[in-house]
Each structure stands twice: as structure tokens, then as C-alpha cells.
């Protein structure tokens, strides 16, 4: 057996692309880009977030899957080839732990994901239409301890099972099953939504840009979004890379990932902000936007039952894709660095995870004190979600667009994308981008993300 066999390979570049589409598309393009949207202006937002995808994510992007398929290595191992003994490997160590961190909140929102299905389901929003009524269902909902504790195991155990079977046999063949069924399920939501009466002003407000509500709020929390989405800067594509074949052209793999990617958050949007429209409801809803204000709609339409079963089955597939990618990274710094059994490797990462999700569960109602931390006047879920989150992939992407720029340099990786004649049709483009426009405008987003946290 030779060294690639033993630590699994894609099984074709559908496969891959489908997986790695799995990993970018998630709880933030469904749950998060439509609140974001809704919060910075629609049309204008949705503007400035395609231009970020082009020229920070996808450069990225392409940056992190040649180092991964260059090394075939998880982001520590790869570091710490390409640069032996320097500190770069401890970007390698924050990409790993950025991985446990995220993996443990992460499941508590796809834990609440679960619940709402099942509360679906069950019609506990039939005949619902007064937004404060579900509301109350949310807090009450959140704050029972046993019921999100119980939940968040669940979509860590669920994770741990996908990620054992490996790479071909778990991750690609789930994803090959369920990205295709996502993409139904969310166009017939969004057909459904624009339908509405009175969803026409949400179809306005989401495609025609007023420009007069460009400001750097906007510019950067598109920013901040995008890194997010395409999930960037903490080696999952460095990941998922070392297991690419060399045949496989990375830029136009990476393209079709960014396109399936923002394809998915374009359509959530068209499926969320007509309805809200629809209901009088307000665009800046915030984060509880999914939870609070969409089974009120539901509930007041007919065969609202089986749209919101759709949804939250839709949102749990694809929270499922991703949480596989981000538990992936430290499973395979475990398999490849301490030589860990995959299965050993699974069973610690998600134990401890689980171990860190309990303060992040309890810390939306079920404890005052982690609902309200002292000193900071935060509740832990956004101080532990903010921190291993925007913060932590910027500082990410940023070292990585900086090592694969100069450090590692532009025409090794270059040499990398083109091996097997691979033509790297825009390789100058590349090569600007990665050194100079990513790292910049990074900077500005963590920047503003660290003032925004501590002194905004
Ligand atoms: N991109 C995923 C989402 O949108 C989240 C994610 C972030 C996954 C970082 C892997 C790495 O939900």
C-alpha cells in the first residue's frame, strides 16, 4: 500500500468538487448570508461580497489547495515542509486549533437546527403567526439545557461517524448524495418564496443596489462573509487539497467550488428575504432571522409545514458537509503528525469538542453567568463564535496568502498548478492578487473585526 493509499484519496474530481462545495456551503450561506444581507443594504452587499469572492476567496482558495496537494499534508505538516524548522508552523498549530474551536460551536447551531426540524414536524409552529409567539418558543427552546446539550452531541457524534469511515467512503459519498438533493430543495423554497404576496419589495431590495449605503461597515463585513463561506484560513482546503490528484487542475476546481458556493448563498437570499418581506417583517432580524421569524411565516401559509420541514432538513445537510471539513483538519494533523489510528483520532477530537460545546450550548439562556460573562458583558457562544471565527480566518488566510506569496513564493506554487500541463490561464492575476490585494485587505478586516469586539 503506498502512503497515498493509506491516507485516502478522492475517487474522481466530481467527487472532490462536490465535497469540498459540501465543506464551503453550510450554516453561513443559509443561516448567516441572508441576516448579514439583510443587515448591510441587500443589493449593495450582495455587490461587494461577489467581488471579495473573486479577488480574496478565490485566490485564497487556489493558495490553499496547491499547498495541500504540493505537501499532501494536513496545514501543520505542510507548513512544516515546505519551511522546516521556521515558526511558520505555528499558522499550521492556529489552523488546527481554529478547527476544534469552530467544529464545538459550530454543532450547538446545527444542534438548534435539529431541534427546529423536529419542533417542524411535529406542528409545533402550525397556525403560528405573530413573530413574538415564536420568539418565546426560541428562548425557551435554547435555554433548555438537556435539550441542547443533547442536540449538539448528536450532531457531533453524527459528524464523528462520517468522518471515520474516511475519505472516500464517508465525506465524498455523502456529499455526492446530498449537495444535488441541497440544491433542489433550496430552489423550490426560493420558488416558493417569491411567490408570496408582497415579495416583490424583498426582490427589490435584495437585487436593485441603492449605492447611497456603501460604507466600510458593508465593505468589510462582506469581506468578513466571504472568508467564512468559502471556508478559508484554517487549512480545510489545505485538507481536502492532499487528497487532489495531480491531474487535477486546481483553478478551475477551485472556480467551481466559489461559483457552487456563492450560488447557494445568492439562492437562500432569494428564498429568505422575499418572505420576510412578504411577512412585514424586518431585513435586520439578526442572527435569530431563521429561527424566530421564518417558522411565523410557515405558520401562516398554507402547506407551511412541510416548507419548513424542507428547510431546516436542507440547513442540517448542509451544516453536516461542513462540520466533516472542519473536524477533518484536526483528525488528519492527528492520523498524520502523531501517527494516531483515524478511529482514535476521531474518538479524542470529538470528545473534546464535545467537552468545549457544552459552555457554548449552555450560553444562550440555560446559565446566567455564561449568557452574560462578567466583565465582558457577553454571553460565551459570541465571544468563543467571534473569536474562532472571523478573527481567528482572517489572521488565518492572511499568513497563508503571506506564505504561499513569499515565503513558499508565487512561482513554486505556480510550478505546482501547472505540473501535468495544466495551463494557469490567469496566473499573473493569481500572482497579484495572493501577494498584494489579499493580504491588505485581510489586514482591514481583522483590524476592524478586533475593534468591533473589543472597543465597538
Ligand atoms: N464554510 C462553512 C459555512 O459556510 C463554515 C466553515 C468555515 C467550514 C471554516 C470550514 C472551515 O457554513
Do not use: H
Given at each position: 500500500m503506498?502512503?497515498?493509499?493509506?491516507?485516502?484519496?478522492?475517487?474522481?474530481?466530481?467527487g472532490f468538487i462536490l465535497a469540498s462545495a459540501g465543506s464551503a456551503i453550510g450554516l453561513g450561506n443559509i443561516w448567516r448570508f441572508p441576516y448579514i444581507a439583510g443587515e448591510n443594504g441587500g443589493a449593495v452587499f450582495v455587490l461587494i461580497y461577489l467581488l471579495c469572492v473573486f479577488f480574496i476567496g478565490f485566490p485564497v482558495?487556489?493558495?490553499?489547495?496547491?499547498?495541500g496537494r504540493n505537501t499532501e499534508k494536513n496545514p501543520v505538516g505542510a507548513i512544516k515542509t515546505l519551511a522546516p524548522g521556521s515558526s511558520w508552523k505555528y499558522v499550521g498549530s492556529l489552523c488546527v486549533l481554529t478547527g476544534f474551536v469552530i467544529f464545538s460551536w459550530y454543532c450547538v447551531v446545527a444542534g438548534w437546527?435539529?431541534?427546529?426540524?423536529?419542533?417542524?414536524?411535529?406542528g409545533h409552529f402550525s397556525n403560528l403567526e405573530d413573530p413574538s409567539v415564536t420568539e418565546t418558543i426560541f428562548i425557551n427552546f435554547a435555554s433548555d439545557p438537556w435539550t441542547v446539550i443533547f442536540l449538539t452531541l448528536f450532531f457531533i457524534s453524527l459528524t464523528g461517524?462520517?468522518?471515520f469511515r474516511?475519505?472516500?467512503?464517508?465525506?465524498?459519498?455523502?456529499?455526492?448524495?446530498?449537495?444535488?438533493?441541497?440544491?433542489?430543495?433550496?430552489?423550490?423554497?426560493?420558488?416558493r418564496a417569491i411567490t408570496l404576496p408582497g415579495a416583490s419589495e424583498g426582490l427589490?431590495?435584495?437585487?436593485?443596489?441603492?449605492?447611497?449605503?456603501?460604507?466600510?461597515?458593508?465593505?468589510?463585513?462582506?469581506?468578513?462573509?466571504?472568508?467564512?463561506?468559502?471556508?478559508l484560513g484554517m487549512g480545510t482546503m489545505i485538507t481536502y487539497g492532499s487528497y487532489l490528484s495531480k491531474k487535477d487542475n486546481i483553478p478551475t476546481s477551485a472556480a467551481w467550488v466559489c461559483t457552487f458556493d456563492t450560488g447557494i448563498a445568492i439562492l437562500a437570499g432569494f428564498a429568505i428575504l422575499p418572505a420576510v418581506a412578504?411577512?412585514?417583517?424586518?431585513?435586520?432580524?439578526?442572527?435569530?432571522?431563521?429561527?424566530?421569524?421564518?417558522?411565523?411565516?410557515?405558520?401562516?401559509?398554507?402547506?407551511?409545514?412541510?416548507?419548513g420541514i424542507g428547510l431546516f432538513l436542507l440547513i442540517g445537510i448542509a451544516a453536516l458537509t461542513s462540520t466533516v471539513s472542519i473536524l477533518e483538519v484536526p483528525v488528519a494533523y492527528m492520523v498524520d503528525e502523531k501517527k494516531w489510528l483515524r478511529k482514535k483520532a476521531v474518538l479524542v477530537t470529538c470528545s473534546v469538542a464535545f467537552i468545549l460545546s457544552v459552555p457554548a450550548a449552555l450560553a444562550s439562556g440555560a446559565s446566567e453567568f455564561l449568557s452574560n460573562l462578567p466583565i465582558l458583558g457577553k454571553d460565551f457562544f459570541t465571544v468563543i463564535s467571534t473569536l474562532f471565527g472571523p478573527i481567528s480566518l482572517a489572521i488565518g488566510s492572511l499568513f497563508i496568502a503571506i506564505f504561499v506569496g513569499w515565503r513558499w513564493?508565487?512561482?513554486?506554487?505556480?510550478?505546482?498548478?501547472?505540473?501535468?500541463?495544466v495551463r494557469f490561464v490567469i496566473g499573473n492575476l493569481w500572482n497579484f492578487t495572493i501577494k498584494f490585494i489579499a493580504p491588505v485587505t485581510i489586514t482591514i478586516v481583522f483590524i476592524y473585526t478586533f475593534w468591533n469586539t473589543f472597543f465597538g
Open positions: 503506498t502512503a497515498s493509499q493509506e491516507r485516502g484519496a478522492w475517487g474522481s474530481r466530481v482558495m487556489i493558495a490553499e489547495l496547491t499547498l437546527v435539529v431541534g427546529y426540524l423536529y419542533k417542524t414536524a411535529a461517524y462520517v468522518v474516511g475519505v472516500k467512503g464517508g465525506i465524498e459519498k455523502c456529499s455526492r448524495i446530498l449537495m444535488p438533493l441541497l440544491l433542489v430543495l433550496l430552489v423550490l423554497l426560493a420558488v427589490v431590495f435584495y437585487l436593485k443596489p441603492d449605492f447611497s449605503k456603501i460604507d466600510i461597515n458593508v465593505i468589510l463585513a462582506a469581506m468578513g462573509q466571504a472568508l467564512f463561506s468559502l471556508s412578504a411577512m412585514g417583517l424586518e431585513y435586520g432580524e439578526g442572527p435569530g432571522l431563521i429561527f424566530q421569524a421564518l417558522p411565523s411565516i410557515f405558520g401562516a401559509m398554507p402547506g407551511g409545514q412541510w416548507f513564493t508565487v512561482s513554486k506554487a505556480k510550478e505546482e498548478i501547472e505540473s501535468e500541463n
